[in-house]
Nanobody, 123 residues
């Protein structure tokens, strides 16, 4: 069964950090671009960051620049989203997605999706 599984979400205070993981099973991530999307209540799903199969990253959300980074460990078949200096407006369900094509902010190009992990930033 081909799937992506996110983990690492939770409740954190403003200014805190979290690292989300996206682990693949049933296929190797080596040839895929992997993106993180997020969806807050009442809002559309938005692209956050994407990392290509060669390791280059693309930022789709100006609000996370300088605070979030994306990385991949192909040996562990896992992609990470490091989130620092978290703000209440970062509260959302975070999803990872895999595309055999290039990175894109359009969620329609992604072939596989995880089930999402909740991130809540609150004091």
């Amino acid at each position: 069964q081909l799937q992506l599984v996110e983990s690492g979400g939770g409740l954190v205070q403003p200014g805190g950090s979290l690292r989300l993981s996206c682990a693949a099973s049933g296929f190797t991530l080596d040839f895929y671009a992997i993106a993180w999307f997020r969806q807050a209540p009442g809002k559309e799903r938005e692209g956050v960051l994407c990392i290509s199969n060669s390791g280059g990253s693309t930022n789709y959300a100006d609000s996370v620049k300088g605070r979030f980074t994306i990385s991949r460990d192909n040996a562990k078949n896992t992609v990470y989203l490091q989130m620092n200096s978290l703000k209440p407006e970062d509260t959302a369900v975070y999803y990872c997605a895999a595309s055999i094509k290039l990175c894109s902010r359009w969620y329609g190009v992604y072939d596989y999706w995880g089930q999402g992990t909740q991130v809540t930033v609150s004091s």
